[in-house]
């Protein structure tokens, strides 16, 4: 044998790890399944890491099909008894992980290294920077927001309160911390009228419009909070945007240290059946919801999402991508609403669709995040 022959190339092997215990682990399921479909099998050796509901690990079969909506919408879930661990590699020189199936009666056996991870996560435990913070440990890259980022940019109150600091518009809001109702409900009564109705009263840590009411008036106020707490104790309540349209932008971060590049710009259009953008909306969408791209926008206000997103993404330290929701009111203001660090990549998902009707069709997307993710450097940067 030649030694000095070169050898072939090995493929990038990328673990999709997706499910989790928040309220949107279906979502998260269907999003992996795209993402899965989606990596070229000839470039990428892909492994699918499921997270059950309780938080156990488990090898998947890496089916698309097993990962999609139900055609009456059932949704997907991690299940599975095949266990694995991913062995820290920090301080090696080389920044992959270990994975290691556990399964019962045999001897614990390596799966290989992972060059890269795919968090497809939605939601608190995933998408909150606490995945992030493992791979960071584990001196792993992975696809996507930061430790910070991700936390901030799941927190919707601490969200707001960076961007407000950065002198970035957004909507009044008043905060509901855990217990605050029940100690004092004339005090939190008072801080919402002070928004004026209608408000929205939202989950301040969840995502897929889970939990979320419209209150016209204070006598539903405690019902839509005890609702927004089933997913969350820290409740957000925040003034309508009346009047306004509901324009989405995606943002991705440049190759080989590039200024981030804008998607086209869509907006949303609810069913009058639907109060807001619900979950059925989002992800029922042929019946629900119907999406204008590039949306119909005076340039001088499509100039300022643009210039707004780029903002935000910068403002919040992102890295790789994020999909960035305005309202557009009718005297030409835009404001922010707020910024998805993970966004849904279902067939349906605004994020994918902005970029396809941008000229970068869903395999080169997932494939763009994966080559900005083995760009950059693990540890502090």
């Known amino acids: 044998m030649n030694h000095d022959q070169a050898q072939p190339a090995r493929k990038v092997r990328v673990a999709v790890v997706f499910g989790g215990r928040s309220s949107e682990h279906a979502i998260s399921c269907v999003s992996a399944g795209g993402v899965i479909g989606a990596l070229d099998p000839e470039r990428y050796d892909v492994i699918a890491i499921g997270i059950t509901p309780d938080g156990r690990w488990v090898l998947e079969s890496g089916e698309p099909e097993r990962l999609a909506l139900g055609p009456a919408g059932e949704l997907p879930s991690v299940t599975g008894d095949r266990e694995v661990v991913l062995r820290s590699s920090a301080g090696s020189h080389r920044p992959t992980g270990d994975l290691v199936l556990h399964e019962a009666g045999d001897v614990p056996s390596s799966l290989g290294e992972v060059d890269v991870v795919f968090p497809v996560m939605h939601g608190p435990w995933g998408q909150d920077g606490t995945l992030q913070g493992l791979l960071e440990l584990a001196g792993v890259r992975y696809v996507g927001a930061g430790v910070l980022s991700s936390a901030v940019g799941t927190d919707k109150m601490f969200m707001k309160l960076l961007f407000a600091a950065q002198g970035l518009p957004v909507l009044p809001w008043a905060p509901v911390r855990p217990g605050e109702w029940d100690r004092d409900p004339a005090a939190v009564t008072e801080s919402v009228a002070a928004l004026h109705y209608p408000v929205f009263v939202k989950p301040a840590r969840a995502g897929s419009s889970f939990g979320i009411t419209r209150v016209d008036s204070p006598d539903d106020l405690e019902d839509a909070i005890r609702a927004a707490e089933q997913f969350d104790p820290k409740v957000l309540v925040e003034a309508a945007a009346v009047d306004a349209r509901e324009v989405e932008i995606g943002v991705l971060q440049g190759l080989d240290g590039a200024a981030p590049e804008t998607s086209e710009i869509a907006e949303i259009r609810v069913d009058p059946a639907h109060q807001f953008y619900d979950f059925e909306a989002k992800y029922l969408p042929d019946e629900h919801t119907e999406l204008d791209v590039p949306a119909d926008l005076e340039e001088s206000v ?71 993710a083995l760009e950059r450097p693990t540890g502090l940067r």
């Open 302 to 372: 499509a100039a300022k999402v643009r210039a707004l997103a780029v903002q935000a993404f910068l403002a919040l330290d992102v890295e790789g991508l994020a999909r960035v929701d305005f309202f557009v009111f009718p005297d030409g203001r835009v404001v922010l609403n707020e910024v998805e660090t993970m966004p849904g990549f279902t067939s349906t998902s605004m994020f994918p669709r902005m970029w396809a009707a941008s000229g970068m069709p869903y395999r080169d997307l997932v494939d763009r995040l994966v080559r900005l």
